[in-house]
């Protein structure tokens, strides 16, 4: 008998139809003879409504009570679930974080998972039961619930598959993981598996379909993990170790992202400590920046770019005022509209040439770039946002992705 743990997200149970028909899918594999261990997200959009309740009683919700308001959306799905199964002829048992055993850092509403007391879920599984955990919340030390932060139900499937050395199935509105977003490049390929380390890259630049941080933690111990559409009628994705197989492709995916800006502070005194104060004083800011460049010294004078978050502008303005009166022949520019697109390939690694590719498409088909950064299995360039259909177009064309 294989063990096997599944998480269904807050879409997949929002009704009490869908909740009755995740049972019937559950029945069906557990007769099959697996099993089963369930993390499930709150209904729907409960998460934001308990959000919502709190801001109406408090401008800023004690976070300790906030976390016990948060966590019981999770509780409502596991308790009807397992309801569900038992009323089809299948034992299950509902447990919170807590009576699941996961113990987190005492942090409240982004707390992390330190450990898992997992005979807890054993001994259940033992007894033959179906094992439904409420995603997303776990208890600390001083026996205070605690959640682990927005979409946390993924990191608490990956962490208890890890404990349980099984595979983890995400179940979710979407088919799986696609090279390029469909909704702006409708022929966009299904992926049949993608490297963590590829996920990673891809779920950093906006490929929202599963927590960066349950990735990395899959990456970590070494858990597979499927991605699919909840009725489990089509194939979805894999995301696991790379093997020789999944090499082959010089790119898997693109991804683009409009959330940035582009900041050019043009005359910078060409002296390393100038360069250092600027970003000194972003790191001080806590802007979080990205892709940074600077043209050669012309008369003594460099131009320095950088792109940052759109809502850090205004603190980016303020720190201008102050640099001005520090380095008086500085001028500045921001453009707004501005997309950073990101092509990601573990093939990379071992061919050549993918960067000139790039080039000969933006070349032919007159995009300008405006910077250019790349690790090893990603390149990104900044380029106008104007030109980002036509980008996406052409590489996933080039590439077939
Ligand atoms: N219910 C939580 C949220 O909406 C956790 C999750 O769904 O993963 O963020
Ligand atoms: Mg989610």
């Known amino acids: 008998m294989s063990t096997v743990v599944q998480k269904y997200g807050g879409t997949s149970v929002s009704t009490i139809d869908k909740i009755k028909f995740i049972a019937k899918l559950l029945a069906k594999r557990k007769k099959a003879g697996d099993n089963l ?53 299948y034992d299950a048992i509902a447990l919170t974080g807590f009576q699941a055993g996961i113990k987190t850092e005492d942090k409240h509403t982004r707390a992390s998972i330190l450990d898992i007391e997992i005979n807890k879920v054993k001994n259940h599984l033992k007894e033959d039961k179906i094992v439904i955990v409420a ?37 979710t509105d979407v088919e799986g993981i696609y090279g390029v977003d469909p909704k702006i490049y409708p022929n966009a390929k299904k992926l049949d598996y993608i490297s963590y380390d590829e996920m990673l890259e891809m779920a950093s630049l906006g490929a929202k379909v599963i927590e960066t941080r349950a990735v990395e933690l899959a990456s970590k111990y070494k858990v597979p993990i499927y991605i699919a559409l909840n009725t489990g009628s089509v194939s979805g994705t894999y995301i696991k170790e790379l093997d020789e197989s999944m090499e082959e492709k010089v ?43 600077q043209t050669a010294p012309i008369y003594g004078y460099v131009n320095i770019s950088f792109t940052a978050p759109k809502d850090s502008k ?88």
């Open 37 to 89: 261990v369930v993390v499930v997200s709150a209904m729907g959009n409960t998460t934001d409504k308990l959000i919502e309740l709190a801001n109406n009683v408090s401008t800023n919700p004690s976070k300790r009570e906030l976390d016990m308001l948060l966590s019981t959306g999770e509780q409502i799905t596991s308790a009807l679930l397992a309801m569900t199964l038992k009323d089809i002829g």
């Open 251 to 293: 790119i898997t995916g693109l991804t683009t992202s409009d959330d940035d800006l582009m900041v050019t502070i043009n005359n910078v005194l060409y002296d390393i400590k100038n360069i250092c104060y600027i970003f000194n004083r972003l790191a001080e800011m806590d802007i979080n920046i990205d892709m940074i460049s």
């Open 135 to 171: 995603g997303f919340q776990g208890i600390d030390k001083n026996g205070n619930i605690t959640t682990l932060g927005r979409g946390g139900s993924d990191t608490t499937a990956v962490a208890l598959a890890a404990k349980l050395n099984c595979p983890c199935e995400i179940y």
């Open 314 to 401: 205004n603190l980016i303005l303020k720190l201008v005022d102050e640099l001005k009166a520090k380095m008086k022949d500085i001028e500045i520019d921001i453009q707004e509209n501005i997309t950073k697109i990101s092509v990601v390939g573990l093939g990379m690694r071992t061919q050549s040439g993918v960067a000139a590719k790039l080039f000969k498409i933006f070349s032919d088909n007159n995009i300008q770039f405006k910077q250019v950064t790349t690790s090893e299995i990603r390149i990104s360039y900044t380029i106008n946002t104007k030109d980002k259909e036509k980008a996406v177009f052409k590489i996933a064309e080039e590439f077939n992705i």
